[in-house]
């Protein structure tokens, strides 16, 4: 059974940069056989996609970000992280990290992150 | 981007009710879409890929149709833990993945 966990800082100050780390459990993303993506939703809000990474490092993100967001791997620990600078009040909402194969079958159990200072 | 437009937003029923939402895309995404259930507090739930494949799990009551630009969620009768908020995906066009905006199922 796959799992994913997130983890990182509950709350970032305006203008600096949200940092969380995803670990996967029971799947290996040197597999190769899936994107690994993350997802965020403001309280009482929809889901927006933020981006996505594939074991090699290759990444896609979401336009409206403005290329704020940056995506990494480390297939020796079995992670992936999400780096999302110059942050405002906008950014605060709960963060998953999700196994991507075009549908998102497997979610964390997502972190709240807040920005305020 | 391909825009996801959910209706109703919001949709009160009763336990046995027959339920369908409607999910509809900007330009057609072929069967390019998923169906979410999100419960308050917890990460949302594979339901429905393929526009009308069951995930491995789901129960036989949701069932999905459609293709092009328009699709449909059907609970066939509602039970006490399906109210919950309903997410379409599309996955035709990945830059970037997009959903509908949700339709909270609640209790008439």
């Known amino acids: 059974q796959v799992q994913l966990q997130e983890s990182g800082p509950g709350l970032v100050k305006p203008s600096q940069t949200l940092s969380l780390t995803c670990t996967v459990s029971?799947?290996?993303?040197?597999?190769?056989?899936?994107?690994w993506s993350w997802i965020r939703q403001p309280a009482g809000k929809g889901l927006e996609w933020i981006g996505r990474i594939y074991s090699s490092g290759s990444t896609s993100h979401n336009p409206s970000l403005k290329s704020r967001a940056t995506i990494s791997v480390d297939t020796s620990k079995n992670q992936f992280s999400l780096k999302l600078s110059s942050v405002t009040a906008a950014d605060t909402a709960v963060y998953y990290c999700?196994?991507?194969?075009?549908?998102?079958?497997?979610w964390g159990q997502g972190t709240l992150v807040t920005v305020s200072s | 981007d391909i825009q996801m437009t959910q209706s109703p937003s919001t949709l009160s029923a009763s336990v046995g009710d027959r339920v369908t939402i409607t999910c509809r895309a900007s330009?057609?995404?072929?069967?390019?879409l998923a169906w979410y259930q999100q419960k308050p507090g917890k990460a949302p739930n594979l339901l429905i890929y393929k526009a009308s494949s069951l995930q491995s799990g789901v129960p036989a009551r949701f069932s999905g149709s459609g293709s092009g630009t328009e699709f449909t969620l059907t609970i066939s009768s509602l039970q006490p833990d399906d109210f919950a908020t309903y997410y379409c995906?599309?996955?035709?066009?990945?830059?970037?993945?997009?959903f509908g905006g949700g339709t909270k199922v609640e209790i008439k």
């Open positions: 029971g799947g290996s993303i040197r597999s190769g056989t899936y994107y």
């Open positions: 330009q057609s995404i072929s069967n390019w």
């Open positions: 999700v196994r991507d194969g075009g549908t998102f079958d497997y």
């Open positions: 995906q599309q996955y035709n066009d990945y830059s970037p993945l997009t």
